[in-house]
């Protein structure tokens, strides 16, 4: 309860921010993305992580609010940027299972887009497999509403899950991201090496982009290089960053 109100007060004293972890295309170099991840500024312990309060938000519903506070960031400093001239990389944004089910998700992603004046397109969501499979026909119709606005759909943590090949095929998802449970151990370990080699050969038949997430050495890079997974995220290339960080990040390139 102590948490559940600190959580409240933290959002109306807009003590959250969202940090940008960039996605590079290992061929161009350049930047084709970022993950947005919040983190909680808190005034005596400093910054804190999703895992101390991500479960608390999600239990209490104030996902939503936070939610609904982090698309409104993200599509303000996509307009930033905008203004300022940079190529913008598309940003995508972790939904919990609760967003997922709020019946004004569609509504809520619309009117935010619309009123910064930016391009839908470089908004992506990410759902993992477990919130899609919770209830497949209402997940179908969400995707299909989203999909409709023009927003990206990836399908996050992919791998640990258990969507059936059959259903994915029918989903309109833009991007699988591979866990990086699967990524930490290669090249080496056989059977990492097995499942991520298959994803990637997934993503290229249903024609789906792909992100490794987790990327740490230039020895997994090599690997998934001459996988052709082309789209990185990890600690080899950066940690996520703050706005400003991130905007010099993308200066640099
Ligand atoms: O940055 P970090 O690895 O600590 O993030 C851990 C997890 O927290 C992410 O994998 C994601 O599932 C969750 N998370 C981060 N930012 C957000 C957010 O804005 N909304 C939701 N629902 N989850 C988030
Ligand atoms: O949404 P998801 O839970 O997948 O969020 C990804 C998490 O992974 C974030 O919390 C982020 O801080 C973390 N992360 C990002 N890059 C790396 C990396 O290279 N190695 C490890 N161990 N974690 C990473
Ligand atoms: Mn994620
Ligand atoms: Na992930």
């Not at 940027?81 to 940003?91: A, E």
């Not at 935010?112 to 497999?129: F, M």
């Not at 930490?184 to 990637?200: K, L």
């Not at 703050?242 to 200066?251: A, H, W």
Request: proline fraction near 4%; hydrophobic fraction near 40%.
């Amino acid at each position: 309860l102590i948490l559940e109100n600190q959580l409240v007060k933290a959002l109306a004293r807009e003590e959250f921010e969202v940090h940008y972890q960039p996605q590079v295309d290992v061929i161009s170099g350049q930047v084709v993305g970022a993950e947005a991840l919040v983190r909680w500024r808190h005034p005596e312990k400093g910054l804190q992580p999703p895992a101390n309060f991500i479960a608390i938000a999600e239990e209490t519903g104030i996902i939503e609010g936070l939610g609904a506070w982090v698309l409104q960031k993200v599509c303000q400093d996509i307009r930033q940027l905008t203004r300022d001239g940079y190529r913008i990389p598309r940003i995508s944004i972790n939904l919990s299972a609760r967003q997922f089910r709020q019946s004004d998700l569609v509504e809520q992603c619309r009117n935010t887009i619309r009123s910064a004046g930016i391009a839908p397109a470089y908004i992506e969501l990410e759902l993992t497999e477990s919130t899609i499979m919770k209830d497949i026909d209402i997940a179908v119709g969400m995707l299909r509403q989203l999909n409709a606005l023009g927003v990206r759909l990836a399908i996050d943590d992919f791998g640990t899950g258990y969507s059936s090949l059959n259903n994915l095929k029918h989903f309109p998802i833009d991007t699988l991201k591979i866990d990086k449970s699967f990524v930490r151990d290669i090249p080496g370990d056989r059977d990492d090496e097995a499942i991520v080699t298959a994803i990637v050969a997934l993503a290229k038949s249903l024609e789906l982009e792909v992100v490794a997430e987790g990327v740490e050495t230039r020895e997994q890079l090599g690997f998934l290089k001459r996988l052709g997974c082309e789209i990185v995220q990890g600690y080899f290339f950066s940690r996520p960053l703050p706005f400003e960080g991130f905007r010099e990040y993308l200066k640099g390139k």
